[in-house]
């Protein structure tokens, strides 16, 4: 009835690092990781407010981790602590993960430039199932569309 998940119920037990290492082997790619109790927060939220520094690094390591998910309050997970340590944990993984959000994708040579300049070939570090070529020529679909569609002035 709380919507608390095993994670939840972990974290509030202690900073119990092997169980939640347990549980996250279960299924590494479980997006549990990201559901929110009925308080409006994730286990990442949790682990910040009850100063779980073990669990929240272990925590950051999940390829699904969301950080960006707000409480109910409005409040992101390093403002659920007080522990400048947690909050440098969680400030470095967000800016590790912004350089990887930074990339250009150049369909006409499908290949992606990073932020520094280099070329490579597009390689998705998760599967995805998402053709950008396929979406790409979607959109041009589209826009040819209406201004077909469109009358002249």
């Not at 949790?46 to 100063?51: E, F, G």
């Amino acid at each position: 009835l709380d919507k608390c998940t095993s994670y939840h119920y972990c974290l509030e037990r202690g900073d119990n690092l092997e169980i939640l290492e347990l549980l996250l082997k279960v299924d590494p790619n479980d997006m549990t990781v990201n559901m929110r109790n009925s308080s409006g927060l994730t286990p990442l939220h949790l682990a910040c407010q009850l100063n779980r520094k073990k669990c929240v690094q272990r925590l950051l390591q999940c390829p699904g981790i969301d950080l960006n998910i707000l409480t109910l309050d409005g409040h992101l997970p390093e403002e659920m602590t007080r522990n400048k340590q947690i909050k440098r944990i969680i400030q470095k993984k967000k800016s590790c993960d912004t350089k990887k959000i930074f990339l250009r994708y150049d369909s006409r040579s499908s290949s992606v430039t990073n932020l520094s300049g280099e070329t490579q070939p597009y390689q998705s570090e998760i599967q995805s199932t998402i053709n950008i070529d396929k979406i790409a020529s979607k959109f041009d679909e589209m826009k040819k569309n209406v201004r077909q569609n469109t009358p002249n002035n």
